[in-house]
Nanobody, 121 residues
Framework: VQLQASGGGSVQPGGSLRLSCAAS????????MGWYRQTPGDQRELVAA???????IYSDSVKGRFDISRDNAKNTVYLQMNDLKPEDTARYYC????????????????WGQGTLVTVSS
């Protein structure tokens, strides 16, 4: 599976960005899709995730500022980021938990290449 992320860039504190990530390839179905972020020297951390039925989870640091959504028909996940802060600066990676066939109950993890978000004045 390939996950193509887009929408990163540079923004001033208080600004907004919208990330998108489309999954393609051998996909039968996708359970959860999510966004993680990582800064140099740190571990990758969960930002937000959304299940196929629409339930969501957010890290405490982004609650009330970020909104995750998805389009199941397009296998695409979005992350609307508002009121961005310098500490949001990181490379953002999209993730998909998917099955490649209806004949398996095993879900695999797919990762995008990452898109850089820089928040600075």
């Amino acid at each position: 599976v390939q996950l193509q992320a887009s929408g990163g860039g540079s923004v001033q504190p208080g600004g907004s960005l919208r990330l998108s990530c489309a999954a393609s390839g051998r996909i039968y179905d996708i359970n959860a899709m999510g966004w993680y972020r990582q800064t140099p020297g740190d571990q990758r951390e969960l930002v937000a995730a959304i299940r196929r039925i629409g339930t969501t989870i957010y890290s405490d640091s982004v609650k009330g500022r970020f909104d995750i959504s998805r389009d199941n028909a397009k296998n695409t996940v979005y992350l609307q980021m508002n009121d961005l802060k310098p500490e949001d600066t990181a490379r953002y990676y999209c993730n998909a938990e998917y099955r490649s066939s209806m004949f398996t109950d095993k879900y695999l993890q797919g990762w995008g290449q990452g898109t850089l978000v820089t928040v600075s004045s």
